[in-house]
Structures are given as structure tokens and as C-alpha cells.
């Protein structure tokens, strides 16, 4: 499989809708219209000739509903992602492309809506919560992953300035981007460090957003991808899975400061998987987007995918300034993600790191070519999506 998903599939259309949380002019039912409608319209095509469905945690909005509703002619794949904490996110975009890849279906969309009047906080999104956790009192994930990270920080000697500097990062990129809820706000070290304490070791800026919001992207073969834009951000590799000895075993995982992504000798783990079916390596991936339910796991997962070292080491990669596009080396989160753009799953990251291929990104780094979405991590189910420029086929 993993043979045959290289440059398969590409994405050629994308839209994203965002609002406060509660705020939002209609239903996820109309939203999620509206965004595939949208991404449509980018990719120049007609919503009727879509014929696969693929949802992280969409609710009840199957492809039998949103086909009757878009006049689609035949629905020939449908289906919607499990877990919470937006682990399988990217795992979506992953499926779209081997239903294409493997002729089940020829043009897919990957969506998600959030609408708190709808579903409350994230609807079918739900995080495991085993009942040693309950017993406990610990019963929301801002929780369950601040015992992982403060593992990080204790155990591994993670510095805690690198999780202040992927969120400095995050808001220098908000500024330049008008449509994130961070734009005119921005954020320095006293602020940062003054903000209340949400969850020791969480302060305020160190947890995502709540937005209402929908968005789609639109995937076709890449064959038909190169006849209908020179900027189709292809799908290269993807990776999901819960490896044994983290998966939902709790409190006693021996990676317990893992983002879930890592592996051990002999049984690779989705990172290793990711880049053994790309035929890449961390080195040549120009930007980054990863989800960040919170600060300390999206600092996991990137060194669990390979971009700094585990221990003290990796405050030297990971500051503000190697984070910032334009003056860093690792550009991470480039619209604001899901700390200071918007919060719809993390589905807008991966819309941004499409934008990073097109370079229409409101922070664009130069000549990208290999960009890199990764999804919700400490959830008990991960993923990862490589997608690059036509010219890395």
C-alpha cells in the first residue's frame, strides 16, 4: 500500500470557515455544505462529481446525507475516523488517498464541523478516559496530558522554554494572518509566563482554542491533479496507528513521554513508518504543521518525528525564532495553528500546510516543496500526513 500512495492522490481544493466558539452563523450540517461547496469551487471542479466521504469525527453527516444534499451521482466511499484529541486527523486525509489510490472511490472530500450549539465542546471527538483517571479526579485531556508532559520536563529534561516558544511562534505567524484569532494580539515572554495556570504545567497560551468552524479538502488521482493545478499538494506518505505499550494502557505506558508517534527496536512506530514509506528523513521536510491540543505533546511529537533530540538538546532546535518562518530553520504552525488561528480539530492545519505547497500561506516559507501535518498526539490513536510539491514525485 504504502508502494502505491506516493504522489496517488493530491489535494486540489481546500476552504476552511472559522468563528468564535458559539458564534457561528449556522449548523455544522450548513457549514460542512458550505466548506465542500468551497473547496470545490478552489479546486474548479462540481461538488457532483465527489463520490467519497471521509470525516475525522464528523457526527452524523455521513457521504449518504451530504451526497444527497450535494446531488452527487454515486457514493462510493464513505467513512469517518475514530478517537479523541484529533489523534486520527491526519489518518482522514491518509484514508481519501488509498480509497483513490486503490480505485475505491475518485474524488474525495475530507471534512470536519464543529458548531458548539450542535454537539457541546467536540461532539464524536471524545477522549479515552480510563477509570483509573476518573477515580483520580483527572477527567479532561488538558489533564491527561499534563502528567505526560510534566514527565517530559521531569524525567527527560525537556527544557519548558521550548513549549513557550512553539506558542511565541504560534502568535508571531498570527499577526500576519488577518483571520486568526490571535491577528493584532500579540504575545511576549511576560505575558506568557504571567498567564493564569490552567493544569500544572499549562499555563493559559499553552492550550488550543475552542472555535465553531468546517473545513474540506478536496483530494483526486494525481494524474488528474496535474491537469487541474501546477500547485496540487500530493500525498506522499501517512502513517496512523497505537503502538503497543501506549495505545489506552493509561498510566503505566513505558513511552509515557512519547506524543504516541514513536516505536522501539524491532517495532517501528508511525514516525519511522512515515518516513521509511516516504523515503525521506526529518532533514528534508521544509515546514511543519502539528497539532497542539496543548504546548507539551505538539513538543513531543516533534521529537518523536525526529526534529530535535529527546532530553535538555532539544532547547537548542526548538526557540521562537527556529520556529518563526523566515528566520528559523524549522518553521512550525505558520498560520498560528490551533493556539492563535483557529481550533476546528486541528483541520486547519492541515489546510495550512497545503497552503505551504501553493505558497499562499499568510507566512510562507520560501520554496517549500515538503510539508509536513501531524496529527493530534498523546492521543491513544496518532497519525501523520507527508504531502509535497509535484516536483518531489
Not at 476552504?15 to 474548479?44: F, N
Request: charged letters at 15%; aromatic letters at 8%; a negative charge.
Amino acid at each position: 500500500m504504502n508502494a502505491t500512495l506516493r504522489g496517488a492522490a493530491a489535494v486540489v481544493g481546500t476552504a476552511e470557515l472559522h468563528y468564535k466558539r458559539g458564534q457561528a452563523p449556522h449548523g455544522e450540517m450548513r457549514m460542512t455544505l458550505e466548506a465542500i461547496v468551497s473547496a470545490c469551487a478552489d479546486a474548479g471542479i462540481s461538488p457532483s462529481e465527489l463520490d467519497g466521504f471521509v470525516s475525522y469525527a464528523g457526527g452524523g453527516y455521513d457521504g449518504a446525507i451530504l451526497g444527497g444534499a450535494l446531488g452527487v451521482r454515486d457514493v462510493r466511499w464513505s467513512n469517518m475516523m475514530w478517537g479523541g484529541g484529533g489523534g486520527t486527523v491526519a489518518a482522514a486525509i491518509n484514508n481519501a488517498a488509498i480509497a483513490i489510490a486503490t480505485g475505491q472511490a475518485e474524488t474525495v472530500v475530507v471534512y470536519r464541523s464543529m458548531a458548539q450549539e450542535n454537539t457541546g465542546r467536540l461532539g464524536y471527538a471524545k477522549y479515552f478516559y480510563g477509570p483509573h483517571y476518573l477515580a483520580h479526579g483527572i477527567g479532561s485531556p488538558a489533564q491527561i496530558c499534563a502528567l505526560r508532559t510534566q514527565r517530559l520536563l521531569e524525567h527527560d529534561g525537556v527544557p519548558r522554554d521550548a513549549m513557550r516558544a512553539l506558542v511565541l511562534a504560534a502568535y508571531r505567524h498570527a499577526q500576519n494572518n488577518p483571520t486568526a484569532a490571535g491577528y493584532g494580539r500579540p504575545l511576549d515572554e511576560e505575558s506568557y509566563e504571567s498567564s493564569r495556570m490552567i493544569t500544572e504545567p499549562f499555563h493559559l497560551f499553552d492550550c488550543s482554542r475552542e472555535s465553531d468552524g468546517a473545513v474540506a479538502l478536496v483530494l483526486v488521482s494525481g494524474e488528474r491533479a496535474r491537469s487541474i493545478r501546477p500547485d496540487a499538494a500530493y500525498v506522499l506518505a501517512g502513517a496512523q496507528g497505537a503502538p503497543g505499550g501506549y495505545s489506552s494502557l493509561i498510566d503505566n505506558d513505558d513511552l509515557y513521554t512519547s506524543a504516541g508517534f514513536a516505536g522501539r527496536p524491532g517495532r517501528p512506530g508511525v514516525a519511522e513508518r512515515l518516513w521509511s514509506a516516504a523515503g525521506l528523513t526529518p532533514d528534508d521536510v521544509d515546514v511543519v504543521q502539528v497539532y497542539e491540543n496543548f504546548s507539551g505533546p505538539a513538543i513531543a511529537a516533534l521529537i518523536d518525528h525526529g526534529f530535535a533530540p529527546a532530553g535538555p538538546a532539544a532547547g537548542e532546535i526548538l526557540t521562537a525564532d527556529n520556529l518563526t518562518a523566515g528566520i528559523g530553520k524549522l518553521p512550525v504552525n505558520t498560520s498560528g495553528g490551533n493556539i492563535a488561528d483557529n481550533f476546528v480539530n486541528g483541520m486547519g492545519l492541515a489546510v495550512e500546510a497545503v497552503r505551504q505547497i501553493r505558497g499562499t500561506s499568510t507566512n510562507p516559507v520560501p520554496g517549500a516543496r515538503l510539508s509536513l501535518f501531524i496529527g493530534g498526539p498523546m492521543a491513544p490513536l496518532v497519525s501523520s500526513t507527508l504531502f509535497g510539491h509535484e516536483d518531489t514525485l
